[in-house]
């Protein structure tokens, strides 16, 4: 089946894009718990405990959007502390030198980070930082991150290699690179089924919830387009990172890059 597959110029990719993220910024995190059964909370619970978060920590998460990624890494450093695991060899202001900075192009999901974190009673000192930017353009000096996240943010942009470039630009030497991603099922069985629910299910849900079935459809026929694991893994290879593995979830419903700038 074609799925009515179509070549989309990149003026209107980037317009369908932010219509996406715009019309639905405020219920993004239904959708996202709608598309995904819940699931998008595991697989970024993941993300970040592949991470390894600590004290003092200067994180970068791009494409942060509502600070789902953000939050849980502000989390597990709050854990850290409790813990005490890793209190001994810090000094006691290694708390306010934590700093989370989440940058995302559009302002309307930042917004709705802002207030979200409100909520949770997250980054009330300087530890969260919202900040609107460019992944293929980071507003930041060279060897400034301890870690970069990218969480279901670089299918969309339309360069990806400049946004490898950038990320590992910003990291420190020793730094982490991790992006989540939706990416591609090996299993035939499986992947006919997930086809049927991602193409037919995906845009009824977002004509359902967001009133905008166009964008839902290009969003599910970007993640065809988007690289296979070992090709996206090679990417980010070229753009200098070292120990670059992946790990699939759910049979590779999505995956997880992994990589170094040492
Ligand atoms: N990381 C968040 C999460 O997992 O919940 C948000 C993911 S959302 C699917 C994708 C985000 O990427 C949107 O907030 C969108 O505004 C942002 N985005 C798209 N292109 C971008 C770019 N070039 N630079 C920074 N952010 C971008």
Redesign the pocket.
């Known amino acids: 089946a074609s799925f009515g597959f179509r070549e989309v110029p990149e003026e209107e990719k980037e317009r369908l894009?932010?219509n996406v993220?715009t019309s639905v910024a405020s219920k993004?995190d239904l959708m996202?718990d709608i598309m995904s059964g819940g699931l998008?909370r595991l697989w970024?619970d993941r993300l970040v405990s592949k991470l390894r978060p600590f004290p003092g920590m200067q994180h970068l998460?791009?494409?942060?959007?509502?600070g789902?990624?953000a939050f849980r890494v502000l989390d597990a450093v709050y854990r850290c502390e409790q813990s005490g695991i890793l209190k001994k060899s810090l000094d006691l202001e290694a708390d306010d030198e934590t700093r989370v900075h989440v940058?995302?192009?559009?302002p309307a999901?930042l917004e709705v980070g802002k207030s979200r974190a409100k909520e949770k009673g997250l980054g009330k000192a300087k530890s969260l930082v919202w900040v609107e930017?460019?992944?293929?353009a980071l507003c930041y000096n060279d060897n400034t991150f301890d870690g970069y996240t990218?969480?279901?943010?670089i299918r969309?942009?339309?360069h990806i290699d400049k946004?490898l470039s950038e990320s590992y630009r910003v990291l420190r030497r020793g730094g982490h690179f991790l992006c989540?991603e939706l990416s591609h099922v090996e299993n035939p069985i499986f992947k006919q089924l997930y086809d049927f629910y991602s193409f037919s299910i995906i845009p009824s849900i977002g004509d359902l919830v967001a009133n905008d079935k166009n964008s839902y459809q290009y969003l599910v026929e970007s993640i065809r387009k988007f690289p296979r694991q070992e090709d996206f893994a090679l990417m980010i290879r070229q753009a200098g990172f070292q120990k670059v593995d992946y790990e699939n979830l759910v049979g590779g419903v999505v995956a997880i890059h992994s990589g170094y700038k040492l």
């Open positions: 894009v932010g993220f993004y996202n998008h970024k998460d791009v494409a942060g959007g509502t789902d990624v940058c995302d192009i559009n999901m930017g460019d992944a293929e990218i969480a279901f943010g969309n942009v339309t946004v989540l």
